[in-house]
């Protein structure tokens, strides 16, 4: 089995940075992907950004691209989401994810998830 325990959310006003990581522990080796998801209240989970965990093949959601990056650090087994120019509508619950064979913009291409972690941007 995999974990993955996120970190780094907080309250953070507009235009402003946080940088939010997910350690994985486990059966590290079994992961091709980790994923940052978000889920603002009444809203389904959106896709923000994936990466392969071989060779840092990055995949961004529209919706943050331009401002939000993804990385990762495959010695400590985590991955990054450095997140830049925040806006209200950033608002939600972000959640990372860990594929065994994909690195889409589904959610069911994601089979373990972690705990999740608020990040509120004031106005």
């Known amino acids: 089995q995999v974990q993955l325990v996120e970190s780094g959310g907080g309250l953070v006003q507009a235009g402003g940075s946080l940088r939010l990581s997910c350690a994985a522990s486990g059966r590290t080796f079994s992961i091709y992907a980790l994923g940052w998801f978000r889920q603002a209240p009444g809203k389904e989970r959106e896709f923000v950004a994936a990466?392969?965990?071989?060779?840092?093949?990055?995949n961004t959601g529209n919706s943050v691209k331009g401002r939000f990056t993804i990385s990762r650090d495959n010695a400590k087994n985590t991955v990054y989401l450095e997140m830049n120019s925040l806006k209200p509508e950033d608002t939600a619950v972000y959640y990372c994810?860990?594929?065994?064979?994909?690195?889409?913009?589904?959610?069911?291409?994601?089979?373990?998830w972690g705990q999740g972690t608020q990040v509120t941007v004031s106005s």
């Open positions: 990466i392969r965990r071989s060779d840092g093949t990055t």
């Open positions: 994810a860990a594929s065994g064979g994909n690195m889409g913009s589904r959610r069911d291409l994601y089979d373990r």
